[in-house]
């Protein structure tokens, strides 16, 4: 199987952890593909109320706050499901222009800057880059690890996801994650925000005092824990 098996076009914290199992297999209210904005999908169902996001849940999932170490806010989440693993994180965004063409330029030159590589495909979200991370492995060498970066632009909000693992390069072993991503509904709040503000999240059923807002453009190491697939070369 090659690297990244999907159709190409011509052309990729110190986070404290909260760790909870999630519930039982989660039924879409909307038969659009998502994500949804809230006001699309205005109820909770059987997802979890994360603040920013609502997340599906799935058996045998599992879930990881991911916490900003200088101010102690959750900024994304991890789920973890069959061996992959996908980091959601969500932003302001202006409310006529999306950011994920700008943000693929950015993530690629990062990316390239560090030694590895990102390429534009077509996936079921739109465009994404698929991008190989370089990595050490255990015998001292320097290997790549796959990662997927998916992007989609809603109204007022911007949604990142990043998947690694099995999931970043088979089309099949995607395909639970791709479902959770689709079912995900996204509250982005009417407060004014500056594009790329971090909408901040909260454990599932904890409800926080208003923090302030955390301006955080998207990094490049989104899942230090998460499983991984290493190409040696």
Excluded at 3 to 17: E, H, K, M, Q
Excluded at 75 to 86: E, I, K, P, Q
Excluded at 130 to 139: F, S
Excluded at 177 to 206: F, M, S, T, Y
């Amino acid at each position: 199987m090659s690297l990244f098996s999907r159709r190409r076009r011509d052309t990729p914290t110190d986070a404290g952890t909260d760790e909870t199992q999630a519930a039982p297999e989660a039924v879409a209210e909307s038969a659009e593909r998502g994500p949804h904005d809230v006001e699309a999908v205005p109820g909770l169902g059987s997802r979890l109320d994360l603040g920013a996001l609502r997340i599906p849940a799935r058996a045998g999932m599992q879930l990881r706050l991911e916490v900003e170490k200088k101010s102690r806010n959750v900024v994304a989440v991890t789920l973890g499901l069959n061996g992959s693993a996908m980091q959601l994180q969500v932003f302001a965004a202006p409310r006529t222009l999306g950011i994920w063409d700008e943000l693929r330029e950015e993530i690629t030159g990062s990316v390239g800057k560090q030694g590895g590589t990102a390429e534009e495909v077509e996936g079921p979200f739109g465009t994404e880059l698929l991008a190989r991370l370089p990595v050490k492995t255990p015998e001292g060498g320097t290997g790549h690890r796959p990662a997927r970066f998916v992007g989609v632009d809603g109204p007022r909000w911007f949604l990142r996801a990043v998947v690694t693992g099995k999931a970043a390069v088979d089309a099949e072993a995607a395909a639970e994650l791709e479902d959770v991503l689709a079912d995900v509904v996204v509250v982005r709040g009417q407060e004014a925000r500056a594009p790329r503000d971090v909408l901040l999240l909260h454990a599932p059923g904890q409800v926080p005092a208003a923090p302030a807002a955390t301006t955080t453009e998207p990094g490049l190491d989104p899942l230090r824990r998460g499983p991984e697939i290493t190409e040696v070369r």
